[in-house]
Nanobody, 117 residues
Framework: QVQLVESGGGLVQPGGSLRLSCAAS????????MGWYRQAPGKERELISV???????NDADSVRGRFTISRDNPKNTLYLQMNSLKPEDTAVYFC???????????WGQGTQVTVSS
């Protein structure tokens, strides 16, 4: 199994920015498409951004133009640059493969992002 550790969340005002990181414990990370997911209170977890092993990106409509996913394969790390944050972006953010493969990438604890004035 590859452990995933998300970090970088916090409290930010509307319009602010945060950069999330996801550190993977194994280099097998490099061959998988990886995604950022989020789960808001009372809602199901949703996929918001995906990056393939080759660097192709696909974003959900809700974050397109504001969030940017990237990966550093030598560092086994996935990133999410979040700009122009809105209160509706408040959620716990997780990384995982896309599609999720829990037997290889167990879900981590996630990182809380709260957007509030």
């Amino acid at each position: 199994q590859v452990q995933l550790v998300e970090s970088g969340g916090g409290l930010v005002q509307p319009g602010g920015s945060l950069r999330l990181s996801c550190a993977a414990s194994g280099s097998i990370f490099r061959i998988y498409s990886m995604g950022w997911y989020r789960q808001a209170p009372g809602k199901e977890r949703e996929l918001i951004s995906v990056i393939t092993s080759g660097g192709s990106i696909n974003d959900a409509d809700s974050v397109r133009g504001r969030f940017t996913i990237s990966r550093d394969n030598p560092k086994n790390t996935l990133y999410l640059q979040m700009n122009s944050l809105k209160p509706e972006d408040t959620a716990v953010y997780f990384c995982n493969s896309e599609p999720p493969i829990p037997r290889i990438f167990p879900w981590g604890q996630g990182t809380q992002v709260t957007v509030s004035s």
